[in-house]
Structure formats: structure tokens, C-alpha cells
């Protein structure tokens, strides 16, 4: 598999079909800050940093938003 950056943008249904969630629950655990917010790319567009899911991926069942602020500091 090809090298990807962690930095690449990740759209809506990319996230859904990584992670198996609904839109409902995915949206669910960002507002309990359990899943990475999006990030605003113009009025109506959103993504995810493909880094950020790739950690809730390893620890889907305890990641929280202070895990992604620990290892920016």
C-alpha cells in the first residue's frame, strides 16, 4: 500500500466506510468528544485528518479528544 500522509483529508463517506458507523452515531461521539472533529474546508465541506482516524481506529473503544491534544504538546 502506498504511503499516505496523516495530513490528507478525509471526506464524510470515506470516515462512514473506514469505521462502520452511521452518520447519526458518528456524529454522536464527536459531540462526546470520543471521535476527531471535522475540519472546515469551505461553507458547505468538511473532512477528517486521515491521522486522527487511523488513532481512533487503534483504540476505538477508549480514545477521547485529550488523547490527540497529548500528543500535540
Known sequence: MAFQSPLR???L???????GLSRA???R?????T???Q???AERC??????EVEKWLRNPHAFTI????????
Not at 461521539?29 to 468528544?33: D, M, P, S, T
Not at 485529550?66 to 504538546?73: C, G, S
Open 9 to 11: 483529508l478525509m471526506r
Open 13 to 19: 463517506n470515506e470516515v462512514l466506510d473506514l469505521t
Open 25 to 27: 452515531t458518528l456524529y
Open 29 to 33: 461521539k464527536i459531540a462526546a468528544g
Open 35 to 37: 471521535f476527531p472533529t
Open 39 to 41: 475540519h472546515k474546508l
Open 46 to 51: 468538511c473532512g477528517w485528518r486521515a491521522g
Open 66 to 73: 485529550a488523547d490527540l491534544k497529548r500528543e500535540a504538546a
